[in-house]
């Protein structure tokens, strides 16, 4: 179990690594091509490499699309969304501010998502540690947009 999340781990942390990065790009693009034209770009590198993976992994049924609930099939949708709100936001406010705002409310909804069973999440119950968690949260958001 401790080696699966030490691997784990490791890939959350090269994900958190590029979120850093992608937000960064997206706000230089926003300054130099706009928003919509860094979602562009971003949308269509990612659809690029996305492309090559398919085909050079050979993973997953794309056959099989029309089995996923409605709901999942807004996840691109959902992408554009994120990568629009990172790169307009985070050329204004700061990397270090718009991030601590995005990943307050994410911590917050997937809160709600667990604790419900929404959308089909494992239900998780609340516990007063989470609840602590994103209040420590909220006041770092607070500490960083000052």
Not at 15 to 23: D, E, I, P, S, Y
Not at 129 to 146: K, M
Request: charged letters at 5%.
């Amino acid at each position: 179990m401790a080696n699966n999340v030490i691997g784990l781990g490791a890939i959350a942390v090269l994900g958190g690594c590029a979120v850093a990065l992608q937000g960064q790009f997206m706000g230089v693009m926003a300054k130099s091509i706009g928003t919509t034209g860094g979602i562009f770009v971003n949308y269509f590198s990612g659809a690029v490499l996305a492309m090559i993976l398919l085909f050079a992994v050979q993973g997953g049924s794309l056959k099989a699309w029309t089995e996923v609930p409605w709901y999942a099939l807004s996840a691109g949708a959902l992408g554009l969304v994120i990568a629009g709100s990172i790169g307009y936001t985070a050329s204004r406010l700061g990397l270090t501010t718009a991030f601590t705002i995005i990943v307050a409310t994410q911590f917050a909804v997937s809160v709600m998502l667990d604790h419900f069973g929404w959308l089909g999440a494992t239900a998780r119950p609340l516990e007063m540690t989470r609840v602590a968690g994103i209040g420590a949260i909220i006041a770092g958001v607070w500490l960083t947009s000052r």
